[in-house]
Structures are given as C-alpha cells and as structure tokens.
C-alpha cells in the first residue's frame, strides 16, 4: 500500500507541474488579477492549501473569530457550535459534545487541530470529549459537506478545524502581544479564565498560554426524564426542575510553543498539556419521592457515579517556507504527536480505560499562482494505537495507519468563470486483536463557478468521497454504555461512498449579504446502527450494518443593514437549515429537524449588542427504537461595552435560553434523560494587548 500511494503522490506532483506550466501558457505571462481586500480578509485555509476567500467557496464554510469565542459561553466544541447553520451538538451532557453536521457525526465528521487530527478517542463514542478546547481557539473554521479531498474519508460530512496560534507564524506588534479572558455565570455556577502571551526574541517568537474552566451541575427547566420517555415506561412525573445530577466539568489547559520567524517563512514547535474531569448524567435517577417507578428497573439509589478523566500530552511541529521550486512557490508542513487517555470512574474505582496514542503528519507544496490557476499537492500520514481495558472494553486493540496522497486545483479566470477539481486516493489498515482489515480510497471532486457581478457568485460541485470502517465498525463486540447498547462489528464491511452535488450562491451589496446551500448525498454502502430485536447483557443488541441511503437539505443566512450613521448600525439576521436522511432500512436515526432564527443586531463605538430567538422543530421521523422529539423556541441576548472605545477591551454579559424553554436535542443520545441547561446568564471581561 506505501507503494501505491509513494507512486500516487509522485504522480499528482508531476500532473500539478504540468497543469501549473499549460496555465501560465494560457495565460501569456499575464499577471493574476490582484485579489479583493474583502476577500483577502476572510480566507479560508482549511479548504484548501492555498486559501480561498469565503465568499468565492463552492462548499457551505462558516468561521468563529476570537472576538465571538470570547462572548461565547465556555463550553465543549460541538455546543460552542451548535448555532450554526447546519451544525448541532451531540450534547452528551455538560462535558462531552462533538460538532453534528448536516445530520452525519462521529468518524464522519473530522476535527483537527491546525489541519492535523485530534489523535484522540472522542468520535468513538458520544460520551469522549474532544482533546481540543474551544476555549484555545483563535478561530474555527467549519466545512459542511464533503473534504475528504484534503483530510481523508473520516472528513467525508464535514471538518471542524481548530486554529490556535501557539506557534506563532509571525512577529507580534512592538514584540509583545496576548489576550485575558474572565468570566462567571449562574445557572451552573461556572466560571472560566484564560490567557495567552507571544513574545519576541530576537527572530524567536515565545508563546504561552493557559485556560481553565469550571462548573457545577447545572439547571434545568423540567424533570430530566421526558414525558414520551414516562409515558412509554407507564411512568408520571410529579414535580419539575432542579439540577442535572453529574453534569458537572473541570477542564484546564498548558501550552508554550517557540518559532523561528523569518523573510520567507517560520517553523516553531509546541506542547500543550490537557487535564479534565466531568460527569456522565443519566446513569442513576433522582430520588424516588418524584414519580412512580418499577423497583425492578428504576431502583439505582445504590450506583456510584459516572465520572470521566481526560488526560492528553500533544507536541505539535509546524512550518511554511517560500521557495523556488518549479512550479511550486511554498511548501507547508504540520505534524502532532499525542499520548491521549480516557478514564471512566464509577464512584472512586477505575471502570474502563481507553488510550490512543500516535503521529500524524502532512505537508503540501503549494503552485505558483499563473493566470488565475491555484493548486497543490500533498501527502498526509497517520499512525496510531489504540487500546481498551476494562467491564466496556466493547472494541478491541487496535493499530490504525495511514497513507495519502492528494491533489487541489482552482482556476479562475477574468471574465468572471472558474472550475476546480481534485483527486485524492488513500489507503488504511486496520490491525486488531480480532483481525485485520485494509481499504484504497479513491475520492474526487469537480466543480464550476461564475460571477456574474462583483458581489455574486454562483457554484455547482460534485464529488465522490469514499471512507473506510473504523475499528468499532469492524470488530466493536460487547456492551456500550453510552449508546446503551450491545454492539457488534462486522469484519467484512466494505468502504462507504458517497456522490453528492452541492450548488452555492452567494451576494453581497452594501447593506444586503445572503448564502445558500442546497445539497443532495447518495451513500453506496452507509454504515449504521441498527437493533436486531435481540438482548445481550440486559440490552439491546445493535449490528453494524451496510445499507443504501440519500440525505438533502440546505443552509441560509441572510443579513440586511437596516440603518446606519457613522459607526452606528441596525442589522437584521436570519438563518435555516433542514436535513432529511433515509436509508433502506428506514429513517437513519438522530437526524436533527429543522431550525430558524432571527438575530436583530446593534454595533457601536461604545455599545453593541444582539437578541436572538432561535426555533427548532419537533422531530418525528425517527428509527426503530427511537423516540420523536418536540419542537422548542429559546430567546438568547448578549450585551458589550467597551469603555475606553477600543475593542480591546469588553465587558460583556451575555444570557442564553433566557425563557427557560425545555430543550431537548433530537441528536443527542441522552436527550430523553439529560435535558440541555435552562436559563443561563454570564458576566465577564476580554482583554487583548
């Protein structure tokens, strides 16, 4: 398989210095048309290596800047996301969310670390939280759809990539800058710092940095257990609300990072310690004076707690240099190596531990821009060992590697037209305790694009990703609590492949901007979760399984100035997305329904602030043994003051589901029993020097 994919990678440099040089050809030595300064603002370097701005994407992108991460509440990566559209949280409780995007999560949905994967064990299960903290971010980038181009089949719904700066990339203004962040809210208890500092010496760039974050159990409106949850069991709620019990989190966070900056480029090192503790809800109820309950099924006033620990060490290696090099002009490289842990505690006592460690790395040679033609190719690498020990140890060992080669190419030409395209093939193999398995992906994409004026932009893509099983796919046998089922694995599933088509528009004036996304997906061979009718261990037993499935939608957002007067504005802001998936076998379950909101908007020199209320549908097109979900509203406000006019430095106070609306989120495996939090309000400061 090394030899394949030695051979691809040769192949694709050889095919990008050829297209590279019949592009300047075509082009007659003519310079590239100088890009716009709006669009220099807001490239987009996760989807591709040469960066494209946001608004010239054939692919649904969204960003969250530092500046909306610091008014942000603190929380995991999938509920700092979940309002936008397209994405929601998988919401296993206060600790553990992953990003849900357009439907598709866990090892279809890759989130990265600076372009370089998590290395961890968090899309094994819904219950892993992600090693990487939202808190750390100088800025996420979110592709919806399809990347498997660049970042392998594990990318083939999405990638969240987490951006941070601890190696820095270039010197900071007068040798000295950084960032301090404090805050506190009720409802939880919860409080959180964080800092960061780079500082010059000489052509070396230090950088350090720090966060820390705690809460409580926090509220919730009504009694954990859902009514169709009660009803089905012939149970009565008497009573509402109170405190989730083991919802709470305690995370913090070490990093330092040193780089070389240089002329034509940096190279720098980093290491970063993460520490955290949190608690499963929904493995014991509350007391038994609520409602009435089977003794037999309900009697867990005896059960320890579930708590989880995450430790992980991560050393990071990044660079990027210009060059002369044919037809390449800059070389980037990135690379992580991380010692991850997970420890499910009940009460004091060790339960179950899953580790994975291993390296993965990538570099890319990026072409010289001719006539409007960007492109680049690159090799990617991943090894890894994981292992589970313990009562839920339900996947065996496992060594995972990985080996690809990849190839981006975007020409855009003046008249206002443009195409793109790109290849990618890779291979995988899986080593376990029960066996092994490998895979060759090919995976490509083409797509054509059109401005018919400065503001607009029309695309249409379509693509063939394909993804290889994971080790739980293919050898999972045994009970999985967070799931609360018995899964078993199937050695002989073959690569899941998906053809999709996505068309893209764009606009933008001076007072109106709007996207929209609508997608289409035809999955040959999808893998899925489905109950057998049978029972092992006192659960239901679920078989991976392969099936043929379609999932549509879209995504909108629209944003309209209604007033303005010097550095004071009224805009308006609307978003929606709806996906709808269907197999074979049925509905695929944990599709999330639709959602909408309206956002009016204030920005000042002193003042800014925002009121948002946001409508989520009920959901009833559900799976076998899954129950439908109903519809909530919340309203969400935030307020910042800026007390010398200088945006670096906020106070601010911000407050969500500020009705204290039932909210439960139809993706979540625990929404029946763990409601998300009701009303929650924060005060804090960001400072930035």
């Known amino acids: 398989m090394q030899r394949r994919v030695a051979f691809s990678a040769v192949s694709l440099i050889v095919l990008a210095a050829a297209v590279s040089a019949h592009a300047a050809d075509v082009a007659n030595g003519a310079p590239a048309p100088a890009a716009d300064e709006s669009e220099v603002s807001k490239v987009i370097v996760t989807a591709a290596p040469y960066g494209v701005s946001a608004d010239a994407l054939t692919a649904s992108v969204a960003v969250v800047d530092r500046t909306q991460l610091d008014l942000a509440p603190p929380k995991g990566l999938g509920d700092a996301l979940a309002g936008l559209p397209g994405v929601r949280s998988t919401a296993f409780g206060a600790g553990a969310s992953r990003p849900v995007v357009r439907g598709l999560a866990g090892p279809r949905v890759q989130v990265l670390t600076n372009g370089v994967g998590q290395i961890d064990a968090s899309a094994l299960s819904p219950d892993h939280q992600v090693a990487t903290d939202p808190g750390e971010a100088e800025r996420i980038e979110v592709l ?8 392998g089949g594990s990318a083939i719904g999405g990638v969240v990539n987490i951006i941070d700066d601890r190696i820095a990339s270039r010197q900071p203004t007068d ?12 409802g939880d208890n919860s409080y959180a710092l964080s800092g960061a500092v780079h500082a010059t010496v000489g ?28 009803a089905s069991e012939g149970e009565t709620a008497e009573g509402g609300g109170g405190k989730l019990e083991n919802s709470a989190v305690d995370l913090e966070t070490f990093g330092a990072g040193l780089s070389y900056v240089g002329d034509k480029g940096y190279v720098g090192m980093s290491i970063k310690r993460t520490d955290s503790r949190y608690g499963v809800p929904g493995h014991a109820h509350e007391g038994g004076d609520d409602h009435d309950h089977d003794d037999h099924d309900h009697d867990h006033a005896e059960e320890a707690p579930v708590t989880i620990g995450l430790r992980q060490t991560r050393i990071d290696l990044r660079g990027e240099y210009d060059l002369d090099l044919g037809p390449f002009s800059k070389v980037q490289f990135s690379g992580g190596h991380a010692d991850y842990t997970h420890t499910e505690f009940e009460g004091d006592a060790v339960g179950t531990k899953f580790t994975s460690d291993g390296y993965e790395g990538r570099l890319e040679l990026v072409q010289a821009e001719r006539g409007g033609w960007k492109g680049a190719v690159g090799v990617q690498a991943l090894r890894r060992n994981f292992d589970a020990v313990g009562d839920e140890a339900y996947v065996p060992k496992t060594k995972i590697t990985e080996f690809g080669a990849f190839t981006q190419q975007r020409l855009e030409l003046d008249n206002g037209y443009g195409v ?14 029960k066996g092994k398995a490998d895979f060759t992906n090919l995976s490509g994409s083409v797509g054509a694009f059109w401005r018919p004026t400065t503001g607009s932009f029309i695309g249409l893509a379509l693509s063939r990703t394909s993804r290889a099983p994971t080790e739980s796919e293919l050898f999972a046998e045994g009970p999985h609590a967070a799931t609360r089922g018995f899964e078993v694995g199937d050695a002989n599933l073959k690569e899941e492949v998906a053809t999709s088509v996505e068309a893209t528009f764009h606009y933008s004036n001076d007072r109106l901007s709007g996207d929209l996304h609508l997608f289409a997906a035809r999955y040959d061979g999808f893998i899925d ?25 879209l995504e909108a957002e629209l944003t309209y100035r209604v007033w303005s007067e010097g550095q004071r504005s009224v805009s308006l802001q609307g978003g ?56 909530y509203t919340t309203l969400n406000a935030s307020l910042a003051w800026k007390p010398t006019g200088d945006a670096r430095l906020r106070l601010f106070l911000d407050g969500r589901n500020l009705t204290n609306a039932e909210v439960r989120e139809h993706v979540s495996f625990l929404k029946d029993i763990a409601p998300s939090p009701g009303r929650q309000v924060r005060a804090g400061i960001a400072l930035r020097f």
């Open 144 to 151: 919806r759809g399809p990347a498997a181009l660049a970042y």
């Open 175 to 186: 040798g000295l800058s950084g960032r301090l962040l404090g805050s506190a809210g009720t």
């Open 203 to 230: 052509p070396f760039v230090l950088s350090l940095d720090a966060m820390k974050r705690n809460s409580k159990d926090y509220k919730i409106p009504v009694y954990p257990e859902s009514k169709r949850l009660l």
């Open 420 to 433: 793109e395209g790109g290849l990618r093939i890779d291979t995988r193999e899986l080593d376990s305790l």
């Open 529 to 553: 979760l489905r109950p057998t009718g049978a029972e092992a261990d006192g659960m239901a037993v679920y078989n991976y399984t392969q099936t043929d499935a379609d999932f549509h939608g």
């Open 576 to 631: 929606a997305d709806y996906v709808r998936g269907s197999s074979d076998l049925g509905p695929p379950a944990r599709i999330p329904p639709y959602a909408v909101s309206l956002k009016a908007l204030y920005e000042g020199p002193m003042w800014s602030g925002n009121v948002e209320v946001r409508r989520t549908g009920g959901q009833d097109r559900v799976a076998e043994l899954e129950l439908p979900s109903d519809g």
